[in-house]
């Protein structure tokens, strides 16, 4: 079996949560909305139509636990759930909770505002409540 | 049994295609990106997991039905797959075809430049092509 490769730019811009059945759940390096990255563990897939249909089933029962967590945990007024894949061709599953107050309301995150860096403490304090619940 | 109220914004932004098992398939009046919306009919849902996990597994599928006619029918590049609902709290999920020439590659085409209207036959061929294929 070949060894699931992270593309470098997702590794960089992220810090591991958990590993699901089928996704390693992330979060995004940028502290202006709480935003997670769900990867699915197969190498050379770009489309969510490239899984199988078993594992397309399963990418959205995993992306639903996710959604459920992060809105669970932010208290957030929407998720943003997307799968766009123009820059980085790997397949992965943006989840994002979003606030009229944040940086880039109404519009989407990307290319809105530079990525904030997180104070190491309130990462490190995220990051765990984040494990504990998507673990539970 | 209450009758399915489309919301206004997205009516008015958009043409029908076919109604699915689930969803309701339209395609955006954007001449910029072949790009489709997809809604459930089902009222006060604003996020997919307000939808009963059976519901969940069947806009999965549907939403690989639409991915893969619109793939083929566009020789797109990319497709980009998202239910954000910002400023049209309904859930929809869009479906576009990207190419690496269109008017917002590689960012999101989310408030990127303003929609383009289809001439007239062009819409209208395109809405037949599609349909044909969505219904196959």
């Known amino acids: 079996m070949t060894e699931f490769r992270l593309d470098p730019r997702l590794e960089n811009d992220s810090v591991p949560l958990v590993d699901f059945g089928l996704c390693s759940v992330r979060l995004m390096k940028d502290g202006n909305y709480p935003w997670l990255v769900m990867i699915p563990r197969k190498n050379d897939v770009t489309e969510i139509i490239d899984l199988a ?23 957030c007024q929407k998720l943003n759930v997307a799968a766009l894949g123009n820059m980085v061709p790997q397949l992965h599953v943006h989840v994002i909770a979003r606030f009229e107050s944040d940086a880039a309301w109404p519009g989407p995150v990307w290319g809105a505002v530079p990525a904030r860096a997180y104070e190491a403490q309130s990462l490190e304090d995220l990051v765990e409540g984040l494990q504990i619940a998507l673990l539970g």
């Open 53 to 75: 249909p078993i594992e397309q089933i399963v990418l959205m029962e995993e992306i639903g636990q996710v959604s459920k967590v992060l809105k669970s945990i932010t208290a």
